[in-house]
């Protein structure tokens, strides 16, 4: 019977629930793994009995607080922002129990996230943009093609530097994706963005799962109900997202856009090739879009610069 059903049983077929029908991806399982891992030790330390099904449904609003108060504090205290996506995973986990396994746990939507204290403005880290990928490949709220889709637009936008117009232009005749992308931008401005494999990976994902016949000039990113996907589902699906993870209000769409050149400026890359990526018609526009620390753009620009 489910209610004798031990937790760790529980754990595994939500693990095997995300691999096979969420399709997450092996490293989110992982994370996922490690995080609900510890919060049923943690439990059945706390209570001192083997955990079943039933137990899960049970657990108060106090006790999840008090994992969240044990993870903040010994050797390895958790970040704010590590001890939200903690929890997001634990969300995830009581959402299965209910919705597969018939229980429940309301008093757990009580508990409220650490807040994350909002930075000046800036690019999102490669963690947190990384994060937005991974809680969108395994959105619980959505049938998988649509999790899916979400995960291969948001990785256009770090993985490309595309703009949300951009994304959303390309047709069905544009995929699979070759080595690289011929995108007309603002202006009229034409330009080739290379295409990384994660990138081809995640729109590969999208297209296998897709449940609508499309023609080759349609769009190829849909909506619900077959309709062209709009740049307002895309801006409120990394709102939700956020929100999960605890991420500032600065992540957002456009800023994995503006993430993508500042972690390529960060690696070495040189401002003129990312100028040419992103599009900008001059490279004072590209400086002070990436937003770098002034060392590293004089640098860049000193690497650039036809006179330097």
């Not at 070759?178 to 931008?185: N, P, Q």
């Not at 295409?195 to 609508?212: H, I, M, Q």
């Not at 040419?276 to 400086?287: I, K, P, R």
Request: glycine residues 8%; hydrophobic residues 40%; positive net charge.
């Amino acid at each position: 019977m489910v209610e004798a059903l031990r937790a760790q049983e529980a754990q595994a077929a939500w693990l095997q629930h995300l691999a096979h029908e969420r399709r997450a991806s092996p490293r989110t399982i992982d994370a996922y793994r490690a995080c609900v891992t510890a919060y049923l030790s943690f439990l059945e330390r706390h209570r001192g009995e083997t955990l079943t099904v039933t137990g899960l449904g049970a657990v108060t609003a106090a006790e999840l607080r008090a994992y969240l108060a044990s993870r903040r504090g010994g050797e390895h205290p958790l970040a704010p922002r590590s001890l939200s996506q903690a929890l997001s995973a634990i969300r995830t986990f009581h959402r299965f129990l209910d919705r597969r396994l018939g229980t429940a746990n309301a008093a757990l939507t009580l508990v409220r996230g650490p807040r994350v204290k909002p930075g000046a403005p800036r690019p999102v880290s490669e963690d947190q943009a990384r994060g937005l990928l991974t809680e969108a490949a395994s959105d619980e709220d959505l049938p998988p093609w649509a999790a899916a889709r979400d995960e291969a637009v948001l990785t256009l936008l770090y993985g490309c530097g595309l703009r949300i117009s951009e994304a959303l232009s390309l047709k069905r005749a544009d995929a699979p994706l070759s080595e690289s992308l011929r995108i007309l931008g603002k202006g009229g401005k034409t330009r080739i963005a290379p295409v990384l494999p994660a990138v081809r990976e995640a729109v590969d994902g999208y297209l296998a799962a897709l449940p609508f016949a499309l023609g080759s000039d349609e769009p190829l990113f849909r909506a619900a109900r077959g309709g062209p996907l709009s740049p307002r589902h895309v801006q409120a699906t990394v709102q939700r997202l956020r929100g999960r993870l605890g991420l500032p209000e600065r992540a957002t769409p456009h800023a994995l856009r503006h993430s993508f050149a500042t972690h390529l400026l960060g690696a070495g890359a040189d401002l003129r090739s990312i100028q040419e990526l992103l599009g900008h018609a001059s490279l004072s526009t590209t400086q002070r879009y990436t937003a770098v620390d002034a060392a590293g753009l004089l640098s860049a620009y000193a690497k650039a610069h036809p006179h330097a």
